[in-house]
């Protein structure tokens, strides 16, 4: 219960509620997890991430689950894929809500609404008492529809870290919102929508690469389990995007990879390196970890 949206949107309003709390002690276990669904159908609130569901739907055995009393699937942790929503929804018959903090805000910052009727692709709205701006890298706000950096005020904002007060200062712009280092859009209705982590970010030849947009698209095409995308230096373009695949299907090959791109996507977006392997790095809570692909 270490994970701040577990303490809070789980453990406190669930006490708050009296709701019965179930944790699967291991996530990652697949095949114990839905053997735990299985024998708990009467579920109703399913927080996950992508990769959780990801994995879920794609297991043949989670084809017998039945839910009859979900009401409400949040997303969260990272931005969920709009192919794993749908099949979600499908199966279970429930969208994914998306929401979206951090540890500094306590966790909340955005969300939908829980009973959307449909997969959005947006994080939703921030929640009341909190002012969420999209900001260029001049600090500047930025107009809507456009890519920037997140930051957030609010009650619900860390007053900084402890006992380390050169980085407090770095995470907060001079009106003193905090700067999440999270990459999003705003619409003009004040949706805001998650386009990549900051530091994740591709620059190939001057021009922004979101790695998020990448697996998008490539995680569409037939034979793609699951997929991953880095930056690796190159001379002359500054970086290039590298993909890292797991394959559905075994005849799956980097020229058909390859050329799938050169029809989806413009040139630069493009891989120029493919790479399948067995099975992808992640955390506890099954978020797949970019930077130890770099060790592979």
């Not at 990272?78 to 306590?106: C, N």
């Not at 995308?229 to 299907?249: M, N, Q, S, T």
């Not at 005849?251 to 392997?277: D, G, H, N, W």
Request: hydrophobic share 40%; with cysteine; aromatic share 8%.
């Amino acid at each position: 219960m270490t994970h701040i949206f577990a303490l809070t949107a789980c453990g406190l309003l669930g006490i708050r509620k009296g709701a019965q709390l179930l944790l699967v002690a291991n996530p990652r276990d697949i095949t114990g997890f839905i053997k735990f669904l299985m024998k708990h159908p009467d579920i109703n609130i399913f927080p996950g991430v992508n990769t959780l569901f990801h994995a879920l739907i794609h297991r043949p055995e989670f084809k017998q689950v039945r839910l009859p009393n979900l009401l409400v699937t949040i997303g969260g942790g990272m931005a969920v894929q709009k192919k794993t929503a749908e099949l979600w929804q499908q199966m279970m018959g429930v969208p994914i809500a998306q929401g979206y903090g951090l540890s500094e805000t306590s966790p909340v910052v955005c969300v939908n609404t829980p009973f959307v009727k449909e997969f959005t692709g947006s994080i939703g709205m921030p929640v009341p008492s909190t002012d969420v701006v999209i900001v260029g890298d001049d600090g500047i706000e930025v107009p809507f529809g456009t890519p920037g950096e997140i930051c957030i005020q609010g009650p619900q904002v860390m007053a900084g870290y402890w006992n380390r007060p050169e980085e407090t200062e770095h995470s907060m712009t001079p009106e003193g919102y905090f700067k999440s280092g999270d990459i999003g859009i705003m619409s003009s209705d004040g949706f805001v929508q998650i386009v990549d982590r900051k530091k994740d970010m591709i620059v190939v030849a001057g021009y922004k690469v979101f790695p998020n947009e990448i697996e998008e698209v490539i995680s569409q095409m037939p034979g793609v389990r699951e997929c991953a995308v880095i930056g690796l230096p190159h001379r002359k373009l500054g970086e290039i995007v590298k993909a890292y695949i797991i394959k559905d299907k075994s005849e799956l090959t980097e020229a058909q990879v390859i050329q799938y791109c050169k029809e989806q996507m413009t040139s630069y977006k493009r891989p120029r390196k493919i790479a399948f392997i067995d099975e992808m790095p992640k955390s506890n809570v099954g978020k797949i970890l970019r930077r130890h692909l770099r060790d592979l």
